[in-house]
């Protein structure tokens, strides 16, 4: 079982940048492809960026502008977002999924196993 806690969300002016983290309990972190999705009011959830042992992958709503990373000795997940937009606001949900380490990233939530609680980022116009 792993538990997924998100944080660093907030309300920032269009052009803004945001880090969102994601912190896993347990020991078995380095054993997990981690992603991050999205879901704005009255949409899907969206798949934003994954990354595994070998390959990250990113919407193309995103690329060049948000850079996912990973510090397994401190069971953490960083989502940086630079050149924020209005429609880049929404709920983002850090997910875990076992396995698929040496493959390139999942962009299924179904194929994810645990999600965290979520954190609100509001950009401006």
């Known amino acids: 079982q792993v538990q997924l806690v998100e944080s660093g969300g907030g309300l920032v002016q269009a052009g803004g940048s945001l880090r969102l983290s994601c912190t896993a309990s347990?020991?078995?972190?380095?054993?997990?492809?981690m992603g991050w999705f999205r879901q704005a009011p009255g949409k899907e959830r969206d798949f934003v960026v994954g990354?595994?042992?070998?390959?990250?992958s990113y919407a193309d709503s995103v690329k060049g502008r948000f850079t996912i990373s990973r510090d397994n000795a401190k069971n953490t997940v960083y989502l940086q977002m630079n050149s924020l937009k209005p429609e880049d606001t929404a709920v983002y949900y850090c997910?875990?999924?076992?396995?698929?380490?040496?493959?390139?990233?999942?962009?299924?939530?179904?194929?994810?196993?645990?999600w965290g609680q979520g954190t609100q980022v509001t950009v401006s116009s």
């Open positions: 990354i595994t042992w070998s390959d990250t």
């Open positions: 997910a875990a999924r076992s396995g698929g380490l040496v493959s390139s990233p999942v962009s299924s939530p179904a194929l994810y196993d645990y």
């Open positions: 347990g020991r078995t972190f380095s054993r997990y492809s």
